[in-house]
């Protein structure tokens, strides 16, 4: 499907078609050397990505004392967080609600923008969709007890999932998203084989199927979405037919990320700084390295100012 036919059946609400939607990067938690971020050193990530937005996602809260170190850095810098709330195996998930009742306490409910149980736990088939719904709950019902360091409730505080589009699509999965306050989507052109004259048709005919595929599970266009993970790599081993360079990486963000953000929807990146302590391996593992839209030495790579006119 072509850009014009997806954006005419987008199911956008009149207020969200008349804004820009907004943007926000994955973050890493792990220094170049592989060690674990402190909260000075969250706080200098918060720094550069402040001129482009205020909200970052992470995907757990008890790996490398995420939740520790990265809340009061967002508090410092005036950042929201995405905090990813581990699910499995379930010696992690009591780590995670152990991490949380320790460090809620001590910040603010307006620094959490929301709480993410899993990511991608339906694609690994790590969870089918009616534990998912169960872990949702039970981790809504479980922060709910917890007051912030003002007295607020986190209750307060939406709790949802993110997962691959094509598995947010599929109805035998709607009981994942009943139970969702709020959901996101992960699509990647890049990992379809996509050439670049057909990436963001493809980003946008994914993120359409699932939009409307949410909407429909919970009777409303009335739901706070977002896609939770997309980008472009830019450098490593070709996929098929997607080529990982600086150029195609810039195209994309102008034709796939401003793009959807034109159309109201909120896009969160993958992601904000390359990870130079992950491994290199065989294939096309070497992508991993080189997905930061800002290199592992906080060089911008190519300009984010949409071109929208």
């Known amino acids: 499907m072509r850009f014009a036919t997806l954006a005419a059946t987008l199911l956008l609400t009149a207020s969200q078609a008349l804004a820009i939607g907004d943007l926000a990067f994955n973050l890493g938690v792990k220094k170049n050397d592989g060690s674990c971020k402190s909260t000075q050193d969250y706080e200098s990530d918060l720094q550069v990505l402040k001129p482009y937005t205020n909200k970052v996602k992470v995907y757990a809260a008890s790996d490398c004392n995420t939740l520790q170190n990265l809340g009061p850095a967002a508090e410092n810098e005036g950042f929201q967080i995405f905090l990813g709330i581990w699910p499995t195996p379930d010696s992690h998930y009591q780590e995670e609600k152990g991490a949380v009742s320790a460090n809620l306490p001590n910040l603010k409910t307006s620094t959490f923008a929301g709480f993410l149980v899993g990511s991608e736990s339906l694609y690994r088939n790590d969870l089918n969709a009616e534990q998912l719904a169960g872990l949702v709950n039970d981790f809504r019902s479980f922060v709910s007890g917890i007051k912030d360091s003002q007295g607020n409730s986190y209750s307060s505080v939406q709790v949802g999932i993110v997962d691959s589009w094509n598995l947010l699509i599929a109805s035998y999965n709607a009981p994942a998203v009943q139970a969702s306050d709020f959901v996101m989507a992960n699509a990647f052109s890049y990992w379809q084989g996509q050439t670049m004259g057909n990436a963001s048709y493809s980003f946008f005919d994914d993120i359409m199927q699932a939009l409307q595929t949410i909407q429909t599970a919970k009777g409303s266009t009335d739901i706070d979405f977002w896609v939770g993970e997309t980008g472009w790599p830019t450098a490593g081993a070709n996929f098929d037919a997607s ?61 984010l100012s949409c071109n929208l006119s």
């Open 243 to 303: 080529e990982p360079s600086v150029d195609n990486a810039k195209q994309f963000w102008q034709e796939g990320i401003c793009a959807l953000r034109a159309w109201g929807v909120n896009v969160i990146v993958f992601e904000a700084f390359d990870e130079d302590w992950k491994p290199a391996s065989a294939g096309n593992a070497d992508v991993e390295t080189h997905w930061g839209v800002w290199s592992s030495g906080d060089s911008l790579k190519y300009p």
